[in-house]
Structure formats: C-alpha cells, structure tokens
C-alpha cells in the first residue's frame, strides 16, 4: 500500500520561482493537510482540507496557496518563493478532520531557496 | 489553541522502561491526545491516542489524569530501533484546524 505519496522529494528553488508540491492518499480519507517542518522543530499546519471542495487556513498560511484537485489529491503552491520557506514540506491525511482520527503522512519534500 | 510542552531530550539503555510527559494546560473538552514517532528523513508515525484515563496498545501505554492537562506515553523495554523523536498533538480541528505539535522529545537509546 502507498499511503500517502508526495513529489517531488527534493527541489531547490531560486528567490522569486514558483513551485507546486503535489500530494496524492490512496486510503480513501477525507481530509487533508499541509505542514511544515524547520530543522530541529515540530510540525506547524499551513493548510488542510476537511472534505473535498473545502481548504482552510492553518497555523502558518502566508505564501502559500493550496488546491484539493479532487478526495485523493491536494496540492501546495508558492507563487514567490523566499528563502524562509526553505523546509521539509509533509502531506498528510485522515478519515476526518477531527482529534480523534490519528493522521497518515508521506515522506515529505526537502525544498530549498537560494 | 492547546500548546503542548515536551521535554527536548530524553536517554535510555535498552530494555528499560521509558516515560515521555508532554503538557497541555489548555486542552480543550473536545480534544483528544495523540502522540507519533519520527525517524529521520520519515513523515510521522502515529503510535497511540487517548481521551481520559489509560489506553494501551502492542507497542506502548499512555496515561492521562482526570484533569487531562498532561499525558505520558510509555514505551516498555525499550531497544535500539526506538531512537526517535516523539511528538505529542493536541488538536482542534473541529473548530479550527489548528493542530499544535510541540518539538517534540528526542529520545536516545543506548546499548
């Protein structure tokens, strides 16, 4: 089983180039999210998505735009990346967004900003 | 938000029993307590998850007071492979998808 699966793994990006993370769970949940990992520190939520056709905003949403292409995709964009977004970047899923439903994440994306 | 409070390291020698204490003075009624596992180079991995009192499962226990401000995860006889970084998450999606992760506890095991 796959699970979640993210793409690319790894990506450096010059200041101002835009880039788009995809994000794909073959579990059949319902909602998604976005978060972001700096060295040394937990995960903080960007984005996620409750059921499809819907997206929220998390901790940390500045800079970045999201996309739930349909209940197995959900796709992350910078428009303009900046070198404070340099981070691993991990998708994850669950049958709900709710606190009692644990969450699955992928193997994230290392993305770096010169 | 309900921010949780982790110890940053933790050491251990194989086959002992290992506490991890996260607080969340602020949890909030509807909220439930999950704790993950993350290697390095590895998204997290969901361990165990509980709402009151004492849950446990083939690879640990969790423990949690009647006031539920703080949990413990316990890992029994702990080896090698356990050397990771433990999460805790207090979250309230329900109302506002803002899941609090603290930075977690990184846990040691010696031989």
């Known amino acids: 089983n796959a699970g979640v699966t993210q793409t690319p793994k790894f990506q450096v990006l010059k200041t101002g180039q835009s880039m788009t993370l995809q994000c794909a769970q073959d579990m059949n949940h319902n909602s998604m999210y976005w978060y972001r990992q700096d060295p040394g520190m937990g995960l903080r939520l960007i984005y996620y998505s409750a059921s499809e056709g819907t997206t929220d905003k998390g901790e940390v949403p500045n800079g970045y735009n999201v996309s739930r292409l349909n209940k197995r995709e959900f796709s992350l964009r910078l428009e303009s990346a900046a070198p404070s977004q340099t981070s691993v970047y991990f998708c994850a899923s669950s049958v709900r967004a709710a606190t009692d439903q644990p969450q699955h994440f992928g193997d994230g994306t290392r993305l770096s900003i010169l | 938000l309900a921010k949780t409070t982790q110890p940053i390291s933790m050491d251990s020698y194989e086959g002992q029993e290992v506490n991890i204490t996260c607080s969340h003075n602020n949890i909030a009624t509807n909220d439930y307590i999950t704790w993950y596992q993350q290697f390095p180079s590895q998204g997290p991995r969901f361990i165990i998850q509980?709402?009151?009192t004492k849950v446990t499962n083939e690879v640990a226990s969790l423990f949690i007071p009647a006031d539920r401000k703080s949990s413990t995860l316990s890992l029994p006889r702990v080896s090698l492979s356990d050397t990771a970084v433990y999460y805790c998450l207090v979250g309230d999606m329900d109302r506002a998808g803002k899941s609090t992760f603290g930075d977690g506890t990184t846990l040691t095991v010696k031989p």
């Open positions: 509980g709402y009151k």
